[in-house]
């Protein structure tokens, strides 16, 4: 596609509930970076794929926090259990390469936990 | 901890007028990233300076980078009401994972 893409873009759910957020990054580019940002905050990294490479997931903030990237395209970031405190907007990027270092980012997706 | 700070929090000018956002970060970088976001949604990327730059321009942005005082600066020249946005440093060290700052929140009144 023309950029990376994010769904949904919105997302509600009650607290407990499980939820999965999709990322399709930019056709070709082998890295992939999912990001958390909650409000008037910076981006907190979660977790990054680079290539068939073991994923760095130093940035998860819990164990129910889990994230794949199959045929190094779609991501999938999955939330188990959601808390109140998850909610945020969860931004995807992709970059042609780690060394470009520019990323492109989706428009992400705002998940509200209730 | 964050890496990068951006200074100041926010900051409101009249269109027409220069906006200077400054980056301050602890520990030696390899690269620094200046990035806008629009409406809290996906941020899109300006400009890139590494450690051995000193300045570089894009169009109507200036970013200049002092590795001695760990700061970089970001100034828009004659800014325009679209250039509301908020506007984000991302330092890079030795991995390829970017650690962003807060951002500053620039409005630009028409």
């Known amino acids: 596609g023309a950029g990376v893409s994010q769904s949904p873009s919105n997302k509600v759910t009650e607290k407990g509930k499980d939820v999965e957020l999709r990322c399709d990054p930019i056709?070709?580019?082998?890295?992939l970076y999912w990001y958390r940002q909650s409000l008037g905050q910076g981006l907190e990294f979660l977790i990054y794929f680079q290539g068939n490479s073991a994923p760095d997931k130093s940035g998860l903030p819990s164990d129910r926090f889990s994230a794949e990237r199959t045929g190094g395209s779609v991501s999938t970031l999955t939330i188990q259990r959601t808390q109140q405190e998850d909610s945020a907007v969860y931004l995807c990027?992709?970059?042609?390469?780690?060394?470009?270092?520019?990323?492109?980012f989706g428009p992400g997706t705002r998940l509200t936990v209730l | 901890s964050q890496q990068g700070e951006e200074d100041p929090q926010a900051l409101s000018i009249q269109e027409g007028e220069n906006a200077t956002m400054n980056c301050s970060y602890k520990?030696?970088?390899?690269?620094l990233q200046w990035y806008r976001q629009n409406s809290g949604r996906g941020l899109v990327h300006l400009i890139l300076?590494?450690?051995?730059?000193r300045e570089k321009h894009s169009g109507r942005l200036r970013v200049t980078l002092d590795t001695s005082k760990k700061s970089s600066s970001l100034l828009i020249t004659a800014s325009r009401a679209a250039d509301t946005a908020s506007y984000f440093c991302?330092?890079?060290?030795?991995?390829?994972?970017?650690?962003f700052g807060r951002g500053t929140s620039l409005i630009v009144h028409p």
């Open positions: 990027a992709s970059s042609l390469t780690p060394e470009s270092h520019e990323q492109f």
């Open positions: 991302a330092t890079g060290r030795g991995s390829y994972i970017p650690t």
């Open positions: 520990t030696s970088i390899n690269n």
């Open positions: 300076i590494r450690s051995n730059e």
């Open positions: 056709s070709g580019h082998t890295a």
